[in-house]
Nanobody, 118 residues
């Protein structure tokens, strides 16, 4: 069975930082593209950042320069370092694993709440 277990969400004030973690099991983590998405109720789920199995990263314009995605294959974990948080970053953040090669095989975490508020 595949599990993506997220942690690190919480309530912070604007300008503060959070580090989200997503620990994967049941997959060959090193060959999966990993991504962080976020969703506000009533809105579409949007891509925040992704990182390929080779370590190539992409970040949404809205978070570029503030957020950094990284991965530690030895720990089967992907991270999202979030600095200079803004109220508009408030959302449920989801971890996604996407198999880069072979048949499509995607998995989602349960989501973790990030709230940025004064």
């Amino acid at each position: 069975q595949v599990q993506l277990v997220e942690s690190g969400g919480g309530l912070v004030q604007p300008g503060e930082s959070l580090r989200l973690s997503c620990a994967a099991s049941g997959i060959i983590f090193s060959v999966y593209r990993m991504g962080w998405y976020r969703q506000v109720p009533g809105n579409q789920r949007e891509l925040v950042a992704s990182i390929t199995s080779g370590g190539i990263t992409r970040h949404a314009d809205s978070v570029k320069g503030r957020f950094t995605i990284s991965r530690d294959n030895a720990k089967n974990t992907v991270y999202l370092q979030m600095n200079s948080l803004k109220p508009e970053d408030t959302a449920v953040y989801y971890c996604k694993a996407e198999r880069q090669f072979g048949p499509t095989n995607n998995h989602w975490g349960q989501g973790t709440q990030v709230t940025v508020s004064s």
